[in-house]
């Protein structure tokens, strides 16, 4: 039971980690010379603009940044109520607070997500001067990340919601 308790306990840290990396590096879209995010857009490594409201379609972009702030701290929250409950619960139940947080964590990294991936074209279009040279680009590991911490909230929200607590 311990052994399972620390795998629970490691997974959901590595989840909350893949959020924060996704939500806050600088690569959810890659090429040779730049990168850009869900902040800023930056060409040659030293030329940074931040996506701010002269953004076409910032509406879009502030959903995208919302949920995933969202889901990060969710995924946090989950965490302490996780704890909290390790020790307040009777023996026999289920951590349905914390799967329910979680999963809506999951939710949330995965409308971020999905909204960046349907978007992303017509975000770069509108928007060429600060994506012109962002064309030929291709989605970074952030964005993969956040996709894979979509699985790992899923996958952890699933696990709360079976487990129950023993002795």
């Known amino acids: 039971m311990l052994v399972l308790l620390a795998f629970i306990i ?4 590595t989840s909350a980690a893949l959020l ?3 939500t806050i590096d600088n690569a959810w879209w890659v090429g040779e010379e730049f990168f850009a995010d869900v902040w800023r857009v930056c060409v040659n490594n030293t030329n940074c603009t931040e996506i701010d409201a002269n953004f076409q379609d910032y509406p879009t972009m502030q959903a995208v940044q919302a949920t995933m702030i969202l889901s990060t701290v969710l995924c946090c929250i989950a965490f302490l109520i996780f704890v909290l ?6 023996q026999g139940e ?8 979680q999963l809506m964590s ?3 990294v995965m409308i971020a997500a999905s ?13 060429l001067g600060l994506y012109a040279l962002t064309l030929d680009g291709s989605y970074g590991y952030s964005f993969i990340l956040a996709w894979v911490a979509f699985a790992f909230t899923f ?9 129950r607590k023993r002795k």
Do not use: P, W
Not at 94 to 101: D, E, H, N, Q
């Open 10 to 13: 490691v997974f959901h840290i």
């Open 20 to 22: 924060f990396v996704a």
């Open 155 to 163: 996958i952890s929200g699933l696990m709360y919601l079976i487990l």
């Open 106 to 108: 999951c939710l949330c």
């Open 115 to 127: 909204i960046y991936t349907d978007r992303r074209e017509d975000l770069h279009r509108n928007n």
């Open 85 to 90: 409950q390790l020790f307040r619960l009777k």
């Open 94 to 101: 289920r951590f349905v607070l914390t799967s329910i947080i």
